[in-house]
Nanobody, 116 residues
Framework: QVQLVESGGGLVQAGGSLRLSCVVS????????MGWYRQAPGKQRELVAT???????NYADSVKGRFTISKSNDKNTVYLQMNSLKPEDTAVYYC??????????WGQGTQVTVSS
């Protein structure tokens, strides 16, 4: 089992920045992909950014150049630095990890609200 605890969400004005954190615990040895997803009201959950165990990253087109995913040296915390935030970035952001057995684990979500 893997447990994920997110923090760092909040209310920010357009153009501002936030950094989300996700502390990962449990059977972390089997994790080969870490990432962030988001879900806006009335919309499906969508991928924001991922990073694999080799450090390769992938971003949604809508956040490229504005968001950066990273992880701590001990690989137990994954971050999402969000700059130049827009009102359309408003959503609940979820931390996600995938294991070598293709099992996904999710955090509880953290609300990000960007005011215009």
């Amino acid at each position: 089992q893997v447990q994920l605890v997110e923090s760092g969400g909040g209310l920010v004005q357009a153009g501002g920045s936030l950094r989300l954190s996700c502390v990962v615990s449990g059977s972390t040895f089997y994790i080969n992909l870490m990432g962030w997803y988001r879900q806006a009201p009335g919309k499906q959950r969508e991928l924001v950014a991922t990073m694999n165990s080799g450090g390769m990253t992938n971003y949604a087109d809508s956040v490229k150049g504005r968001f950066t995913i990273s992880k701590s040296n001990d690989k137990n915390t994954v971050y999402l630095q969000m700059n130049s935030l827009k009102p359309e970035d408003t959503a609940v952001y979820y931390c996600n990890v995938r294991t070598t057995m293709s099992v996904h684990f999710w955090g509880q979500g953290t609300q990000v609200t960007v005011s215009s």
